[in-house]
């Protein structure tokens, strides 16, 4: 099933391969720290999981291959080696394959997560790259624009909704203004917003089965991408915290704190 | 007599509007010792406002409607004035006074029993703790916590896990009850199973007695046998024999690696092999184990904001098992190993592990969630029974079988680990029939197999009545001893716990 930007004539729709990265983040509810040296977050016996936007990003293509649009769901991560765990979670979702990236990404950036994807892509050649918009540690919300240009591949981002027919995609996007839809030819990135989807708790026999499905494992050196970090982290620290709000008793009183202690008015 | 009736009828299930309680037998009625209670004056009432502020005294009859409910809206107090005191010194002199004056007083705490133990029966003055929410101290080197009764369960939660700790109990009522109420009625909860009863890990009480003297023995001590262990009066006794001012408790560590498992099992009989098999593979690190009956699980999705059902297929049962520890591979191992064999054995037929935090809540709201559901789904029959676990789920059916015929829908969920049922009967609106079906008869059916009629909820207004289906008249006679020794005018909390109050 070659990409179908290279043909113009009618393709076969149910054979799309769709490529999904999943993320092992700091899981959502736990209260991040900072480290008392300042030079990163807590991260030993913190619990992680998947990203919540990349679970909603598998979530989609199995709800693709369910509808018989998609026929293969494969899972990237790049991550040490619990990544794995991430990606297991996926295929019990009901990916059907999975890569491992191994690299301690600490250290990494959207631009090498992007140029990383850039060259699975290159290998794996699927139809549909769906990524969460960013990653909740992050919060970057650059890896989808990136690997669209590098691959230049049009992109749909923040998609609410995500219809697929004859090579494109019609994504409607959560945006300022309200919701936008267009229209991008296949292939293309998307990423997830979270109204996209809810994504399904794993059943344990799928757990079971996932254990058996393939997962292939490699290295930025064996993509052929350098990784070397452009970014230098500095110092990580809380915001400052905020102040106790107070009751005032009278409008006059709101005024005169307004003027003369908010110096906003 | 008309008024020893009055007094009598007091202590029955007041149920909803319309409904008229059972009929207490003669014999019942001339052994109640009606106490002779005075009504407020205002001298009274400027009294009250010279030892609190202002707003801490609370006549307004919209604000006292809140105070006069309890939360399933069945039980309705007639209180014309809230005290809210915001030290202990301030407990005590109401207390003295109202002794002195023989006016009698119901404490409040977050107002979440489902017994009507929180709110006034007539018109009792509501002696609420919410204005004493102080956590005092949190000691993380020796792992205890000291608090006013008025902190808010949720609000000690977020306390102590700033320091690495946890409360030794979890309830559905977690965002309004406060500890005070928890130590009072020996709440149980849904970690009940991992770190035992408030009996064992409250290690001291500041609590006010009825004339006012102040037992301070808030020490934060693991050991200490010196003399009766007062602070085990107070526990459980459902503001009958003083008013909690403050706690302290030992507090288990916050463990970093928590995991659910929700299981779709195919009978009890195989809810019991679960169980047991959770305790053999998961030993220390097994912290819940919950379960639900599919009848449980359908009002809850159709009644419960937000809920989703976590599988798609369906069982009779549904079991929520929690481990919490130290290490998370070496509990993902052991919680593995258990659920590969028990899809290999049968009994579970299908099953989901929460992916992360989210998904755990998810489930938890389905388990939590039912209590709140059935308060929408229309009137509802409440019990909570203790009974040996063989025979625990047979009430559940044999309740179906009386009600069959009626318009009623009977849900069994509960603290299966601790063999503790939450049998609930649903009916659109309150219905003498059905309640008289129930009552007494399930708390017959719990006395014929020794089960207990009140395994965590408490007496409160509801059950004191049937306290000889699960007491002996020995015991009820010395539990009568200690609350006169106590509360000799009898005004804390009348009318609740014990029967003929």
Redesign the interface.
């Known amino acids: 099933f070659h990409s179908l930007s290279t043909r113009g004539s009618i393709i076969d729709m149910s054979g799309l391969r769709i490529l999904v990265g999943v993320k092992r983040v700091i899981d959502y509810g736990v209260k991040v720290r900072v480290k008392p040296d300042k030079s990163g977050v807590v991260m030993d016996n913190v619990k992680m999981s998947i990203n919540p936007f990349c679970e909603i990003a598998v979530e989609e293509a199995v709800r693709l291959k369910e509808a018989g649009v998609a026929s293969e769901v494969l899972a990237v991560s790049i991550g040490p080696a619990k990544a794995l765990d991430t990606i297991r979670h996926a295929l019990a979702m009901g990916a059907d394959r999975g890569i491992h990236i191994e690299h301690d990404s600490l250290g990494l950036a959207p631009l090498q997560v992007a140029k990383l994807f850039k060259a699975v892509c290159d290998k794996e050649t699927p139809d549909m790259v769906i990524l969460g918009k960013q990653a909740i540690d992050g919060d970057f919300n650059q890896t989808g624009q990136m690997l669209s240009a590098l691959t230049g591949w049009p992109q749909a981002t923040f998609a609410s909704e995500v219809k697929v027919a004859d090579g494109a995609a019609e994504v409607t996007r959560e945006v300022d203004g309200g919701l936008e839809t267009v229209g991008v030819k296949l292939p293309a990135v998307i990423t997830t917003d979270l109204r996209l989807n809810e994504p399904r708790y794993a059943t344990l026999p799928n757990i079971m089965k996932a254990k058996k499905k393939k997962v292939e494992k490699t290295t930025p050196a064996d993509l052929g991408v350098d990784v070397a970090p452009r970014v230098e982290v500095i110092k990580v620290e809380e915001p400052p915290t905020r102040k106790a709000g107070i009751t005032v008793g009278s409008v006059d009183e709101l005024m005169d704190k307004l003027v003369n202690e908010a110096k906003v008015l | 007599m008309a008024s020893l009736l009055r007094q009598a009828s007091c202590g029955t299930v007041r149920a909803f509007a319309g409904c008229t309680g059972p009929r207490l037998p003669l014999r019942r009625l001339l052994s109640t010792s009606a106490p002779s209670f005075n009504k407020l004056t205002d001298d009274d009432l400027a009294f009250f406002r010279s030892v609190l502020k202002e707003n801490d005294v609370i006549t307004d009859t919209e604000s006292l409607k809140t105070y006069n409910t309890d939360w399933m809206n069945k039980y309705h107090g007639k209180s014309t004035v809230a005290l809210r005191p915001r030290s202990t010194e301030q407990v005590s002199k109401i207390l003295k006074h109202c002794n002195d004056r023989r006016i009698p007083v119901v404490p409040q705490g977050g107002n979440t029993g489902l017994v009507g133990g929180s709110v006034a029966v007539e018109d009792e003055v509501v002696l609420t703790l919410a204005g004493m929410d102080k956590v005092l101290a949190v000691d993380e080197f020796a792992g205890t916590a000291t608090c006013q009764a008025g902190v808010v369960l949720q609000q000690l939660q977020e306390a102590v896990?700033a320091k690495g700790y946890t409360v030794p109990l979890d309830l559905g009522a977690k965002g309004s009850c406060h500890i005070g109420g928890n130590v009072a009625t020996n709440a149980g909860g849904l970690r009940f199973l991992r770190y035992g009863s408030l009996h064992g890990t409250v290690l001291g009480i500041e609590a006010v007695l009825a004339d006012g003297t102040i037992i301070d023995n808030l020490n934060t001590l693991k050991k200490d046998n010196t003399g009766y262990d007062l602070k085990q009066l107070f526990i459980g006794s459902e503001g009958t024999l003083g008013i909690v001012t403050g706690v302290a408790l030992a507090l288990p560590k916050l463990p970093?690696?928590?995991q659910l498992?929700?299981?779709a099992v195919d009978s009890y009989e195989s809810v019991l092999t679960v169980f047991k098999e959770a305790k053999g593979h998961l030993a220390e690190i097994l912290s819940a184990v919950e379960f639900l009956d599919d009848q449980a699980l359908d009002l809850t999705l159709e009644h419960l904001h937000g809920a989703?059902n976590?599988?798609?297929s369906r069982a009779p049962f549904y079991m929520l098992i929690e481990v919490s520890g130290?290490n998370?591979e070496h509990d993902a191992e052991k919680l593995n190993g258990f659920?590969?064999a028990m899809?290999e054995g049968g009994q579970?037929t299908?099953?989901?592990?929460?992916?992360?935090?989210?998904?755990?809540?998810?489930i938890w709201r389905i388990r939590e969630g039912i209590t709140e559901a059935l308060s929408k789904a229309g009137a509802v029959y409440k019990y909570d029974i203790s009974l040996p676990l063989p025979q625990l789920y047979d009430l559940v059916e044999d309740t179906r079988t009386r009600l069959d015929g009626e318009e009623a829908t009977v849900v069994g969920y509960g603290h299966i680990g601790d063999g503790n049922l939450h049998l609930n009967i649903s009916t659109p609106k309150a219905s003498d029939a059905v309640f008289n079906k129930i009552e007494p008869w399930v708390f017959e059916w719990t006395r014929e197999k020794r089960g207990s009629i009140s395994a965590e909820h408490g007496l409160g207004a509801m059950k004191g009545k049937y306290l000889n289906m699960s007491k002996s008249d020995e015991s009820i006679k010395l539990m009568k001893q200690l609350k006169t020794v106590m509360d000799p005018n009898g005004i804390l909390n009348p009318y609740k716990v014990l029967p003929g109050n």
């Open positions: 896990e970093s690696s928590v498992a929700y299981l989703r976590p599988l798609e130290s998370e659920l590969e899809m579970v299908d099953g989901t592990l929460a992916a992360d935090t989210v998904q755990m809540q998810g």
